[in-house]
């Protein structure tokens, strides 16, 4: 059934380029992003392979840049989710029964294309139309998405190779067969290469998929439809449209065959399309696997042993980097009061040291907010922090939405561990502060687990291994991706397994087998090479 199975490419992690001054990559994505910069590109949906238009069409901007038009995609309404999955469940018995390693095989020509002739677009796509510096899109959407294709072909072929044990004339075997009808992926803006892997995981277990991506990721999301098509996925596996969140939920949550929900973005929506789910659970004909990945108040954690240089570092690269709008950025951070003088004055002086702007000029280190609505929302919590008496903004707190939504990295420090800040998800550039006293370590400890209704990333500082060690394991379920020593951003895949639990998600790690494990429904099967011939046990014979 799965022959061959050691025989797939040994993963590795995507080499990441420095596009240093005067490196052939530097030249080549500058001419890539004047290129696509000076055009309008049409993207269309993608249902059964075929490039399909609404009546309805949409401009796409730079959010570094809200003038400037990119291109246009074509809004999908109720009929077109209709189409795609028509579309899907029309490819699902070739698909499902073409052997492992034709699926194992496009996806791995997917990750070389990627990181070869594709590699310009796709980055620049993402820092053009999402807004982040190379290095941000890089480590993203080339290198992290081909670390995906790869390392989930070696899980795919480890998770086969799970058979159980045949006793004497049998055989037992384990078939992983895909769900039962369509997987619905439904993505985030953030990171092109989540949009990249949430429906290409499933459709690598033998699934067929229908895709909505988010509308201010549209553009990256076409380069890889194109991606796919190139790599030889066949039409109708993965349908990619567009509707309002909404309208598609509404299409695919009522649908018999709808068997799969691969989710990343944030808490409400999640919880809002379970409890959909739930009402709906009689109309299905299996029950849909469910697996979401969302929000995070992630925690940077200092004890009074820690190395000031280090801990700053960590807070200007984990809650600045891509404009905070990481599900694992910094957001709050607890600091003893014997580093706070020092760790202040070089927190502050580093983060106004900070440039901003364009993506093209790649001396900024941060560029814009993804929307106008993300940038008023958190003008407000800004606007609030100057206001209120119980915070004071140390650096950054302007805003200009003019040009493009800049916000400056922003560091609030709260006398109330309470804070609206210290609490809720605010997805931008936003970190809060609050200095405890610096031998209430354990205190300290209790409000790290205890503040917020998220359990995402964390990171702790210390040079003292019984702090350490206390902390690892009093802090066990505050966070599903924990660092010692290390900010809480920058997972990598095949090393550091991410997602988390409480509000974060169910926790199923993207990027590791237990994710890919979630798309496959095992059939036993048990073959008798000799089987008996007598109903009658020996016991019941006569003495
Ligand atoms: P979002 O929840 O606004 O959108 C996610 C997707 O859901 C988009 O495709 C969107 O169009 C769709 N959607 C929005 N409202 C909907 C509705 N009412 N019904 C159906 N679909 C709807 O999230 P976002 O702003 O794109 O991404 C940011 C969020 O994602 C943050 O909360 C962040 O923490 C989270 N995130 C989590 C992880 C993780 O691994 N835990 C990774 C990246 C992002």
């Not at 004909?285 to 108040?297: F, S, W």
């Not at 600045?320 to 599900?327: A, D, L, P, S, V």
């Not at 809720?424 to 409000?447: C, N």
Request: proline share 6%; net charge negative.
């Amino acid at each position: 059934m799965y022959k061959d199975l050691q025989s797939v490419p040994k993963a590795y992690n995507e080499p990441v380029k420095s596009y240093a001054p005067g490196s052939p990559e530097r030249a080549s994505i500058k001419a890539m992003l004047k290129k696509m910069k000076s055009e309008e590109i049409e993207i269309p949906m993608v249902i059964g392979g075929k490039r399909v238009k609404s009546d309805n069409r949409i401009a796409i901007h730079p959010p570094h840049d809200h003038r400037h038009v990119l291109g246009y995609y074509y809004k999908s309404d109720a009929e077109h989710v209709t189409m795609a999955i028509d579309a899907a469940l029309k490819a699902a018995k070739d698909w499902a029964a073409m052997p492992w390693e034709h699926r194992a095989a496009i996806f791995l020509k997917a990750a070389d294309l990627l990181s070869g002739p594709y590699r310009d677009r796709i980055n620049a796509a993402t820092m053009l139309a999402q807004s982040k510096t190379v290095h941000q899109a890089e480590i993203d959407s080339a290198c992290e998405l081909a670390d995906f294709y790869r390392f989930n072909v070696q899980y795919m072929t480890e998770i086969y190779a799970q058979q159980p044990s045949s006793d004497k004339t049998i055989w037992n075997r384990l078939e992983y067969r895909p769900l039962e009808g369509f997987v619905y992926a439904l993505t985030p803006f953030n990171f092109t290469s989540i949009a990249g892997n949430l429906p290409t995981a499933p459709a690598m277990m033998g699934n067929v998929v229908v895709w909505k991506c988010s509308n201010t990721q549209v553009y990256s999301a076409k380069v890889l439809m194109d991606l796919y098509e190139e790599a030889g996925l066949p039409p109708g596996v993965i349908n990619l449209v567009f509707p309002s969140g909404p309208v598609g939920g509404k299409v695919v949550m009522e649908h018999p065959d709808f068997a799969g929900f691969h989710f990343t973005g944030s808490t409400g929506v999640f919880q809002s399309i379970w409890k959909t789910i739930g009402t709906n659970i009689a109309k299905y004909k299996t029950y849909p696997r469910i697996v979401g990945e969302t929000g995070g108040k992630d925690f940077v954690l200092a004890h009074k042993s820690a190395d000031v240089d280090q801990v700053v570092t960590a807070l200007v690269r984990g809650a600045f980097e891509f404009q905070g709008q990481k599900c694992s950025a910094a957001s709050r951070a607890y600091i003893p009061d014997n580093l706070w003088p020092e760790l202040k004055e070089k927190l502050v002086e580093q983060v106004e040291s900070i440039k901003m702007g364009d993506p093209e000029d790649f001396t900024n280190f941060m560029c814009a907010i993804i929307d106008e609505a993300s940038f008023d929302k958190l003008a407000m919590f800004i606007d609030n922090a100057k206001k209120d008496a119980e915070t004071e903004i140390i650096a950054g707190g302007q805003y200009d939405k003019s040009k493009g939504y800049f916000i400056r990295p922003t560091v609030i420090v709260t006398t109330d561990p309470h804070y609206v800040t210290m609490e809720e998800e605010l997805f931008g550039p936003v970190l809060t502060l609050y200095v405890y006293e610096a031998d209430k370590w354990e205190e300290a400890l209790e409000l790290v687990n205890t503040t917020s209704i998220y359990a995402l990333t964390g990171a702790i500082f210390s040079n003292d291994r019984y702090a350490t060690d206390q902390a690892t394991r009093y802090l066990s379920q505050a966070a599903g991706n924990f660092y010692i020593n290390d900010k809480p951003t920058g997972a990598v895949v095949g090393q550091q397994p991410f997602g988390g639990a409480r509000a974060s998600g169910t926790n199923d790690k993207a990027g590791s087998y237990l994710n890919l494990i979630r798309w496959t429904s095992p059939r036993t099967i048990k073959e008798n090479f000799l089987p008996p011939t007598d109903y009658r046990y020996p016991f019941m014979e006569e003495e």
